[in-house]
């Protein structure tokens, strides 16, 4: 036979300690306000720029200019879609990108990370191609 009510441990559940005493420290401390400050803090972009330098290779067409001041809150995503403006270049058409002739970044890295760790000289080297060039 089936019971048609709810079962009697559904009404007892209750969270476990741990979560409730997080919970309750997290109001008392502060730390609860501290972390949406963070988020907050973290949602506000980067005005600085960094120098970027796009480079063609192979069959690419060359820019008449290639020194660009991109702002390093963007994602590497907002990188390529400039190139591809700049090129005049349709969303469908090949375009590969690499950082000093090594790797090709993923599009969701940020430029600033891109230029903290692969710099040179001050600049952040794009080399880009119509057919895959580099790993």
């Given at each position: 036979?089936?019971?048609?009510?709810?079962?009697p441990?559904v009404a007892?559940?209750?969270?476990?300690?741990?979560?409730?005493?997080?919970?309750?420290l997290?109001?008392d401390?502060g730390?609860?306000q501290?972390?949406?400050?963070?988020?907050?803090g973290?949602?506000?972009?980067?005005?600085?720029?960094?120098v970027?330098?796009f480079?063609?290779?192979?069959?690419?067409?060359?820019?008449?200019?290639?020194?660009?001041?991109?702002?390093?809150s963007?994602?590497?995503q907002?990188?390529?879609?400039?190139?591809r403006?700049?090129l005049?270049?349709k969303?469908?058409e090949?375009?590969?990108?690499?950082?000093?002739?090594?790797?090709?970044?993923?599009?969701?890295d940020?430029v600033s990370?891109l230029?903290?760790?692969?710099?040179t000289?001050?600049?952040?080297i794009?080399?880009?191609?119509?057919?895959?060039?580099?790993?």
């Amino acid at each position: 036979m089936a019971q048609t009510s709810a079962s009697p441990d559904v009404a007892t559940r209750a969270l476990p300690a741990t979560w409730t005493t997080n919970l309750h420290l997290s109001s008392d401390t502060g730390l609860l306000q501290e972390g949406l400050d963070a988020l907050e803090g973290y949602r506000k972009k980067d005005p600085n720029k960094v120098v970027v330098r796009f480079r063609a290779i192979g069959n690419a067409p060359i820019m008449r200019q290639n020194f660009y001041k991109i702002t390093v809150s963007n994602r590497f995503q907002a990188v390529i879609q400039f190139l591809r403006k700049e090129l005049g270049w349709k969303a469908g058409e090949p375009l590969y990108t690499y950082i000093n002739m090594a790797f090709s970044p993923a599009p969701d890295d940020t430029v600033s990370n891109l230029f903290k760790s692969f710099a040179t000289d001050g600049h952040l080297i794009v080399n880009y191609s119509t057919t895959a060039a580099w790993g």
